[in-house]
Nanobody, 123 residues
Framework: QVQLVESGGGLVQPGGSLRLSCTAS????????MGWYRQAPGKQRELVAAITRIGTTDYPDSVKGRFTISRDNAKNTVALQMNSLKPEDTAVYYC?????????????????WGQGTQVTVSS
């Protein structure tokens, strides 16, 4: 098991940037595949970005070219750099950790979760 804590959310203007961080506690962090999901009011939770234990990344078309996921195994952290933010990016962002299979698109409810951090994009 692993415990996850997100930070870095807040209010930002359209076109601005935010950097979210997820800090993990527990053993064998480097063996976990990591992901970021988000959920807006009235919407289903959706994948934002994923990174495997060997560093392979995946993004949906809605954020491709604007968001970047990265990990630092020495610090037990995963980051999400968000640029060119749009109002439709407004949501609660959650960090996810899982071992074994990846399947971030096919298995959106699998693994361990943080408490979430609010991102609001508004003028």
């Amino acid at each position: 098991q692993v415990q996850l804590v997100e930070s870095g959310g807040g209010l930002v203007q359209p076109g601005g940037s935010l950097r979210l961080s997820c800090t993990a506690s527990g053993n064998e962090f480097s063996s976990y595949h990591m992901g970021w999901y988000r959920q807006a009011p009235g919407k289903q939770r959706e994948l934002v970005a994923a990174i495997t234990r060997i560093g392979t990344t995946d993004y949906p078309d809605s954020v491709k070219g604007r968001f970047t996921i990265s990990r630092d195994n020495a610090k037990n952290t995963v980051a999400l750099q968000m640029n060119s933010l749009k109002p439709e990016d407004t949501a609660v962002y959650y960090c996810n950790a899982r071992r074994g299979v990846t399947g971030f698109r096919q298995l959106p409810d699998f693994g361990s979760w943080g408490q979430g951090t609010q991102v609001t994009v508004s003028s």
